[in-house]
């Protein structure tokens, strides 16, 4: 049984705990991480995955980007503690995100990710939409209104 909350600031040192347990050192430096430099996530749409010993399980974070002139969700991270994988607590975040997202009016959301695992929340590959590199362009999905929109992605406000 798990307690989904928002994140907050409480929650941080444990959910950066979580996200070093999850992925490999340096993940700071991929591309996306250069996207939330200095840019607060949606705080609103954060999520925090608590087991009945009220031990961190999983967690997802959401930041604004542009691409182009338009507003854009970027979902991630999304982690699970290894000793949760394959309960569906990632799908049940993801799922909780984006219903959070849609509640708040963000027409769009993107990640870098699997198409095959992320499809299923209604991901697709998007043409013309270029993360910085050294992003491999097959794996930046979006979901939501993306008619007609293309170029790179950058910081909010940036």
């Keep these: 049984m798990y307690r989904i909350i928002q994140e907050s600031a409480d929650d941080s040192a444990e959910v950066e705990a979580l996200y070093d347990t999850c992925f490999a050192p340096g993940r700071e430096a991929l591309s996306s991480y250069r996207l939330r430099d200095g840019v607060p996530p949606v705080a609103n749409l ?3 995955a ?6 961190v399980a999983g967690a997802i974070r959401f930041w604004p980007v542009r691409v182009g002139r338009f507003e854009a969700l970027l979902l ?3 982690a699970v503690h290894p000793t949760r994988q394959g309960e569906g607590l990632g799908a049940l975040l993801i799922r909780e995100g984006l219903a959070a997202a849609a509640t708040d009016h963000w027409r769009r959301t ?3 990710g699997d198409a095959p695992f992320y499809a299923r929340f209604g991901f697709a590959k998007l043409d013309g939409v270029m993360m910085p590199l050294p992003t491999n362009p097959d ?3 979006g979901r939501g209104d993306w008619d007609r929109i293309t170029g790179q992605v950058t910081r909010w406000g940036g």
């Design 76 to 78: 991630g991270p999304i």
């Design 50 to 55: 608590r087991d009945d010993l009220d031990i």
């Design 139 to 141: 794996r930046v999905l």
């Design 46 to 48: 954060c999520r925090v």
């Design 110 to 112: 993107m990640l870098v």
